[in-house]
């Protein structure tokens, strides 16, 4: 089979790595490499992120609570959006979607004062019920917390970048290094806020117009100071003051599972990032490491590649060096301009092996959006009143 | 004439056959064979300059074939409208001028209120019932729906050939009906730029890793995509 990677989710079904479809694919066709599909991995390290810790999650359900009380009755969504930028939206949290989760904590930092507001004149409103009243000064009382304020500015920062590298994830033309470097410097961007703590606690204070942890107003546990037999040699317990506890049981642990996760996640892709490096720096390697790298594509695919590909590399890596100032800026990846230059060029009988690699390297698919598109596509044809279509008619049609 | 051409002339011209058994390949196979082009061709050039006795059956053939291929290619037009917006072709019924006739129907009746050769074509073929032809019926829609669909699906493939590498991406969700959906989208070398495509939806094939890569692999073998080299 000419088939040179694959795509899919992480089910376990798919990457299974015993009995998993890829795996059953690699027995009858050892180089097509499987790949995991890079949306799906940032959304389960977000996903873990998210679920780190109980403040994490305790903070997911405030924004739940928000979306679920102003948008069951249409007259509590009037009052929000009669408050709130018609640009911002509440956005129900889902697993799936995480542009949504970003979404509505860009809502909720933008109009924090606004939804305060509204969530107040609810709780004030004489006409409304007991209960609602009840919940809607619940819901203040939770956006007063400085813990809240804290965590819609942390959360804020993290969850636009991860959107927005999410996006750039989704496109048909992308390759894997450009996937790998914007997925490393997303990890590289989220590690970095490790030592901004402090900002964002000011921040926070801005935003919810408190400066003190709810730990620090309530009653504090008192220790049993009974001795027991196994607690000799025991010294005191550390005691943090309540802005360290929140760093340290809330803050960073949210950093340090998102950066672990991703870089476990990323480890999927440096076998074939490290296998076709070499074209993302061809004028930056000696040609005693391009000769190395030449051997390892020839090692890895022996019935596409000959011998020649070696000093062919170091022949095409000077040919590109004296048209490397006619590659657009933006828009397209190093190596798809490489193989546009070869095609443009009309040089592919000088180049046969390297145009084979590029081609090898520019076919593997690193998201599998398109195929998540193709079910977009299938329920707008067949919806709740077309559902007796042949299946044939339904393949034609999409 | 060499010796060689004359062997190899179909027995249909020389000697003939003695039953009819294998009439249909035969015919075929001579329909395709040179002479039979050449003949033709030198049949109708010789028509234009000569003029023969049945010139007036002939021009009629001629002027039905391209009325309906004009047919033809209006509702070809529909069908590609339709389709590319995902929406319904048909409707509670199949009656020219009523208001239920569904998108297809509906459309073409739009066209003719603007175009004189539909308009009249609507007028004495339609709402005839069936066994008479008129090819607005639903049966004719979806065998040109078929057609099409093979078309785009064989240059698919073939643009996947040509690009000699592709990979594959594979994933199932239920459908509103809840039939489980298998979708398989290839990714190949387009020109000069990668491409995604979609290219079947595979009903009812399992979730378990054996089933799935059954149908991956019953499909790429049909398609003759899975043979070492392409």
């Not at chain 1, 509440?90 to 904590?105: E, F, I, Y």
């Not at chain 1, 000064?137 to 920062?157: A, P, S």
Request: with cysteine; glycine share 6%.
């Amino acid at each position: 089979m000419t088939c040179r990677g694959q795509t899919y989710d992480n089910a376990s079904a798919m990457s299974g790595i015993y009995n998993g479809l890829q795996a059953k694919v690699l027995e009858v066709n050892g180089v097509a490499t499987w790949i995991p599909c890079t949306a799906h991995s940032l959304n389960l390290v977000g996903k873990n992120a998210a679920e780190c810790c109980r403040s994490a999650v305790n903070f997911f359900d405030i924004l739940e609570k928000l979306y679920v009380f102003f948008t069951n009755f249409t007259r509590r969504h009037q009052v929000l959006t009669d408050v709130l930028n018609a640009s911002l939206t509440l956005k129900r949290v889902t697993t799936t979607r995480w542009s949504c989760r970003a979404d509505a904590t860009k809502a909720l930092k933008l109009g924090y004062h606004q939804i305060k507001g509204a969530l107040q004149q609810i709780s004030d409103d004489v006409e409304e019920k007991a209960c609602v009243r009840c919940e809607a000064e619940g819901l203040v009382t939770r956006l007063n917390q400085l813990e809240t304020g804290i965590y819609t500015v942390f959360w804020n920062d993290i969850l636009q970048r991860v959107d927005a590298t999410n996006r750039s994830l989704q496109s048909t033309k992308l390759d894997l290094n450009t996937a790998v470097a914007t997925l490393t410097s997303l990890k590289d961007f989220v590690s970095s806020k490790r030592d901004s703590f402090e900002g964002y606690e000011r921040e926070g204070e801005e935003l919810c117009g408190s400066s003190v942890y709810v730990e620090s107003t309530t009653r504090q546990k008192r220790r049993s100071v009974r001795l027991e037999a196994v607690d000799y040699g025991h010294g005191e317990e550390t005691q943090f003051n309540p802005s360290l506890r929140f760093k340290v049981e809330s803050f960073l642990p949210v950093i340090d599972q998102f950066t672990a996760s991703l870089h476990q996640r990323l480890q999927a892709y440096e076998l074939l990032a490290g296998r076709f490096g070499c074209f993302g720096c061809l004028s930056t390697l000696s040609p005693e490491e391009l000769t190395t790298a030449a051997k390892t594509l020839i090692g890895t695919y022996p019935d596409d590649l000959d011998h020649s590909f070696a000093d062919e590399l170091c022949h095409f890596a000077k040919f590109a060096d004296i048209f490397k100032d006619d590659e657009p800026s933006g828009n397209i990846s190093t190596e798809q301009f490489l193989y546009k230059l070869i095609i443009n060029k009309g040089v592919q009988d000088t180049f046969p092996n390297v145009a084979i690699a590029l081609r090898m390297y520019l076919v593997l698919m690193v998201t599998n959006c398109s195929a998540e598109r193709s079910f977009s596509k299938l329920k707008l044809i067949e919806n709740r009143l077309r559902t007796s279509m042949t299946q044939l008619k339904e393949d034609w049609s999409v | 004439m060499c010796p060689d051409a004359l062997q190899s002339q179909s027995l249909l011209i020389g000697s003939g056959f003695c039953n009819w058994k294998h009439a249909l390949e035969r015919l075929c196979s001579h329909e395709q064979s040179k002479e039979h082009i050449d003949a033709v061709i030198a049949f109708n050039r010789r028509l234009k300059v000569a003029g023969r006795i049945d010139i007036k059956v002939a021009q009629q053939s001629e002027q039905v074939e391209k009325y309906w291929k004009s047919v033809l290619k209006r509702s070809v037009s529909v069908i590609k409208f339709i389709a590319e917006r995902g929406l319904a072709f048909r409707g509670d019924d199949e009656l020219i001028g009523s208001p239920r006739n569904g998108n297809y129907l509906g459309i073409l009746e739009l066209i003719a209120q603007y175009d004189d050769f539909l308009a009249q074509h609507i007028q004495t073929q339609g709402n005839r019932g069936s066994g008479h032809t008129n090819y607005l019926s639903s049966t004719i829609m979806e065998e040109l729906i078929n057609v099409m669909g093979k078309k785009v699906n064989d240059e698919t493939i073939s643009r996947v050939k040509s690009s000699k590498y592709y990979s594959v991406s594979l994933d199932s969700t239920a459908d509103e009906s809840h039939v489980d959906q298998l979708t398989l989208v290839l990714r190949y070398i387009e020109n000069d730029a990668p491409a995604e495509r979609f290219v079947t939806f595979m009903g009812n094939k399992g979730h378990k890793a054996r089933e799935m890569f059954d149908a991956l692999m019953e499909f790429l073998t049909e398609h003759d995509l899975s043979r070492p080299d392409l």
